[in-house]
Structure formats: structure tokens, C-alpha cells
């Protein structure tokens, strides 16, 4: 189990490290860029999700969860290793901004792509709002046909 | 150039990697709601790039312009779904 002495033992470690490297760093520097780091893995993550995935409504709901949760966790990261500091404050008050408006913006993003005729993924099981106000679900039944870019 | 600098470095330039990725989705998107998608997310993760610059240089003006950067993102991705929803496919 991990309790907050081995945590300190292991903070304490990584202070000594860095200070044999020829760095200064204090343990909340250190805490901060391991966390800057765990955003920017969650933003690489979301961006091949991106790339990977099939219709326009995965890439969305992929890409946006991940990549809002990295940023906020990179705006978290320059708080800690900042302090409040005015670098600090403005920092996280972009992060609670964008936790606000990311996904306003997605769901403006995916019902304007179902109004305006975006198929999903043929394995797709139900589609409630198409089939209520667009008068069929909006499933592609076919094998893929060439769209109009 | 101390090891910290590289460790920052490296991950700005982790970040402008997952752009290009969603530049990529950009150029090959089949619709015009994947490129959009792209784009949206494009500007997330230039606030992102934006902070990091600013405390690796210690210019805090820098965290301003990520601030502006986030607000114009939102309305450009509110009025790009606006005109996504009036548009029909066989204009």
C-alpha cells in the first residue's frame, strides 16, 4: 500500500536525484511536471483517437473527454509548480474556462453534425434522436459510399 | 542547456505532434463536420502549447493570450456549428 510516509520517502528521493543532476528542484516542482506530464499523455492519447476512430461522432466524443481533461490537467500542473503567483492564477482560471466551454462546444458540434446529415458507424445499435425528429436513424446501412467532401 | 530544459521541451514538442495528428484529420476528414472536429480540438491544444511556452520563458502575458486564445476557440466552434446545422447535403 501507498500511505503518505512512502510518498514523501519517494519525493524526498527524487529531490536528492535531481540535485545530483545539477538541478534545483523542490518536491512541488516535481509533483507539478508529473502531473503537466500525465496531461500531455492524455492529450496524445486523444489526438490519435482522433485519427483513429470511425464517424465523426466517436472522433468527438474521443478527442474531446481526453484533450479537455489534459489541458486542465497541464493548467493543474503550472498552479502547483508556479504557486499563486499571477503566472498561477491565470493559469488555472483558463483551465475552469475551458472545463466550462468544451463541452458546450461539443454538443453544438454534434447535433449540428446531425442536422446537417453526418452518417454513424455501420455497427451502430440505436439511434433515438433520429428516429424521432429526423424521421429514420441515421445509421449508414451500406458499405461505405463516397461522400461529398 | 540543463536536463530541465530538455524535459520542457520535449513535451512542447509532444504536444505539436498530437496537432499535426489532428491536422491530419483536417486534411483527410470525409465530411466537413470531421474537419471541424479537428479544428476545435486544434485550438484546445494550442492553450495548451501557448501556457507551456509561457512558464518555460517566464512570460506571464503569455497566459494571457492562452486565455483570449480559449475564448475565440469557443465562438469560432459555436458559429461553425451554427452554419454546420443550416447547411443540407445535397445543396
Not at chain 1, 106 to 120: D, E, N
Not at chain 2, 43 to 67: C, E
Amino acid at each position: 500500500m501507498i500511505d503518505s510516509t512512502s510518498l514523501t520517502a519517494i519525493a524526498d528521493t527524487a529531490t536528492q536525484v535531481a540535485a545530483i543532476a545539477g538541478m534545483n528542484l523542490s518536491t512541488l516542482d516535481i509533483i507539478g511536471y508529473i502531473v503537466i506530464a500525465v496531461g500531455v499523455l492524455f492529450d496524445l492519447l486523444g489526438a490519435i483517437g482522433l485519427v483513429r476512430l470511425p464517424d465523426v461522432y466517436n472522433r468527438l466524443q474521443s478527442a474531446t473527454k481526453s484533450v479537455t481533461l489534459g489541458t486542465l490537467g497541464i493548467m493543474i500542473g503550472i498552479l502547483i509548480v508556479e504557486g499563486f503567483t499571477s503566472i498561477g492564477i491565470k493559469a488555472i482560471i483558463c483551465g475552469v474556462f475551458l472545463l466550462l466551454t468544451a463541452p458546450v462546444s461539443a454538443h453544438a458540434l454534434s447535433r449540428g453534425s446531425l442536422r446537417f446529415g453526418a452518417k454513424m458507424w455501420k455497427g451502430t445499435v440505436i439511434d433515438s434522436y433520429g428516429k424521432d425528429k429526423l424521421g429514420g436513424p441515421q445509421i449508414e446501412t451500406k458499405e461505405k459510399k463516397d461522400e461529398v467532401a | 542547456m540543463s536536463g530541465f530544459a530538455v524535459y520542457t521541451i520535449g513535451i512542447v514538442v509532444v504536444l505539436v505532434l498530437a496537432a499535426v495528428l489532428c491536422l491530419f484529420r483536417i486534411f483527410r476528414g470525409p465530411t466537413i463536420a470531421d474537419r471541424m472536429v479537428g479544428v476545435d480540438i486544434m485550438g484546445i491544444l494550442f492553450v495548451g502549447i501557448t501556457a507551456l511556452t509561457g512558464i518555460i520563458y517566464k512570460l506571464d502575458f503569455l497566459l494571457d493570450v492562452a486565455i483570449v486564445l480559449a475564448l475565440i476557440s469557443f465562438v469560432a466552434t459555436i458559429a461553425l456549428a451554427k452554419y454546420l446545422e443550416r447547411r443540407t447535403l445535397d445543396d
